[in-house]
């Protein structure tokens, strides 16, 4: 009497978890915005306030300090995210100019890449066999596999300058509230900043794991840091100027 072999069934995959958008392009910007417009304008600000300057001085140093340094930080944002995302594109070309030149090679090249990677040599082959087939799909996979891009979802310049203009004036009109209702010294502003650097830290922490203590800290003390070295220096030049 034969056996017979059992019946396999194919099962779809359990979905157990979703995947933080690592990709897009707007969270480094933005967090690296809100943070460095907390830092900048509260240390501005302490080192025209270290130097004798009047509210009305520290107020109207806090709004120019907000507003270049947004269209600064869109700036380089936007320039440094589209030279890369151009630089990727022609790359991607000349990819998909290998593959119409000189297909088997690079079928070759895509079975080497997956035989490194521990799929044994026939299984290789007939992968990038049968991925090589449809020509948009084949350059995608090189694009992926050679460049470790993904071409189908390249983070936008307007993105990544967007963002980082807004979280910059976010962050950098903090340490402007206090003089904006009403205050006449520094103390305030530097609290405020304390505690948005804080909180902003604390943030971060949500997307990289660390403690909410950790990250709120180091960033506290990095701000702190920034903003007195600039307040002893406004002092400093205030005082022999």
Known sequence: MSVSEPHLERVPPEHHHDHRDVTGGWMRPAVFGVT????????????????????????LTG???LAAGAFSMATGEYTSVASQTEL??????????????????????LAAIYRSRGVDEATA???????????ETVWRVHAREE???????LPS???????????????????????????????LSVVFGGIALFAAGALVSRFTNRTVLYSGTRQLVLGGLATGVTYLIGQAVGGGV
């Open 125 to 135: 082959h007939e992968v990038a066999r049968q991925l090589s087939v449809d020509p």
């Open 36 to 59: 460095d417009g907390l830092v900048s304008n509260t240390a501005l600000i302490a080192g025209v306030a270290g130097g004798g300057a009047s509210a009305h001085v520290a107020i």
């Open 157 to 187: 310049p307007w993105v990544a300058a967007g963002s980082s203009f807004v979280a910059f004036g976010l962050g950098a009109v903090v340490p402007l509230l206090p003089y904006l209702f009403g205050a006449r010294t520094l103390l």
């Open 63 to 65: 709004l120019a300090g």
């Open 147 to 153: 460049l470790g891009v993904d071409p189908d979802d």
């Open 88 to 109: 990727t594109r022609a790359e991607i070309e000349v990819e998909k100019a290998e593959i119409a030149r000189v297909p088997k090679a690079e079928q070759a090249e």
